[in-house]
Nanobody
Framework: QVQLVESGGGLVQAGGSLRLSCAVSGRSSSINAVAWYRQAPGEQRELVAAISTGGSTNYADSVKGRFTISRDNAKNTVYLQMNSLKPEDTAIYYC????????????????WGQGTQVTVSS
């Protein structure tokens, strides 16, 4: 069983920055990666970024060059550094533990955090 707890959301002006944290506890042999998803009101949940245990990453096209996912294995924490934020980045951000295959595709498993709200004002 894996537990995930997000923190770091808030209200920021367009062009600003935020850093989200996802504290991971527990283990599962099915999991080799952690990802950030987001869900805006009325929209489907979408993958933002993922990072494998080996440090390989992938990003949604909409955040490439602005967001950076990283991990601190000693602290069992995954971070999402968000720069140059836009109003369209406003959403609830969720952390997920899942599987990333050799092609870089990420498959979410049923391990989600409670979410953290990010609001970007124009």
């Amino acid at each position: 069983q894996v537990q995930l707890v997000e923190s770091g959301g808030g209200l920021v002006q367009a062009g600003g920055s935020l850093r989200l944290s996802c504290a991971v506890s527990g283990r599962s042999s099915s999991i080799n990666a952690v990802a950030w998803y987001r869900q805006a009101p009325g929209e489907q949940r979408e993958l933002v970024a993922a990072i494998s245990t080996g440090g390989s990453t992938n990003y949604a096209d909409s955040v490439k060059g602005r967001f950076t996912i990283s991990r601190d294995n000693a602290k069992n924490t995954v971070y999402l550094q968000m720069n140059s934020l836009k109003p369209e980045d406003t959403a609830i951000y969720y952390c997920n533990a899942g599987f990333r295959n050799y092609d870089g595709h990420y498959f979410p498993l049923n391990s989600w955090g409670q979410g953290t709200q990010v609001t970007v004002s124009s």
